[in-house]
């Protein structure tokens, strides 16, 4: 079944204490990329990913790092979390835009983080 | 810059009428749009997407959207509404005529409540 998985779906955890939030998929899509959903200013980009080693910024980069290594994974990771970073993500995956195949995009179910 | 723009926070439709929910958009080139549902605790799900061609575009679930190049809106139709219809929608543009055509940019989201 052709899917993005997130894991873990729920954390709880505290200011300053490192963490990763893994995103996989399994169409061979290019394209990857991360968001966070915050009620009255939907969906924000964080970072996205056109390849392999290929990375850059969204519109809410700050606090966030990501890595591309091989071309199914794409962790986000937060390195010193602070309560601002409570939110709900998502990470999701498309086959690289202007190719002309089907671009739109596939969704994780979500990982919500609480910081406190 | 890309944006866009979802007016209604909220639109209560009693089951059986017809729908709309609206969107504008607003790029440098010309756009790829698209229209994704979000239920409750779930991930974005692809409804339509508009890249040329007619520019009434049909989608899952009985919705339809109509991409109108002069007003730059995509407002999403259902001629007759039903209960499960009732989540979160999001319209969402991506530029193709700008140097930065990787970057997808989502609405706020609008919140369809159909009244049994």
């Known amino acids: 079944e052709a899917q993005v998985t997130q894991n873990p779906r729920y954390l709880i955890t505290v200011t300053g204490k490192k963490l990763t939030v893994t995103c996989s998929q399994n169409m061979n899509h290019e394209y990857m990329s991360w968001y966070r959903q915050d009620p009255g200013l939907g969906l924000r980009q964080i970072y996205y990913s056109m390849n392999v080693e290929v990375t850059d910024k969204g519109d809410v980069p700050e606090g966030y790092k990501v890595s591309r290594k091989e071309k199914r994974n794409f962790p986000l990771i937060l390195e010193s979390p602070s309560p601002n970073q409570t939110s709900l993500y998502f990470c999701a995956s498309s086959p690289r835009p202007g190719t002309g195949r089907n671009n739109e995009q596939f969704f994780g179910p979500g990982t919500r983080l609480t910081v406190l | 810059a890309q944006s866009v723009a979802q007016p209604e926070d909220q639109v209560n439709v009693a089951e059986g009428n017809p729908l709309t929910v609206k969107c504008t958009y607003s790029?440098?080139?010309?756009?790829?749009l698209f229209w994704y549902v979000q239920y409750p605790n779930r991930g974005l799900q692809f409804l339509l997407k508009y890249i040329t061609g007619d520019n009434l575009v049909k989608g899952s679930y009985g919705f339809e959207a109509e991409f109108n190049k002069s007003q730059t809106s995509f407002h999403l139709k259902k001629p007759s509404a039903l209960v499960s219809d009732s989540a979160l929608y999001f319209c969402?543009?991506?530029?193709?005529?700008?140097?930065?055509?990787?970057?997808?940019?989502f609405g706020k989201g609008t919140r369809l409540h159909i009244l049994p």
């Open positions: 790029v440098s080139g010309n756009p790829y």
């Open positions: 969402a543009v991506r530029d193709r005529g700008g140097n930065r055509d990787d970057k997808i940019i």
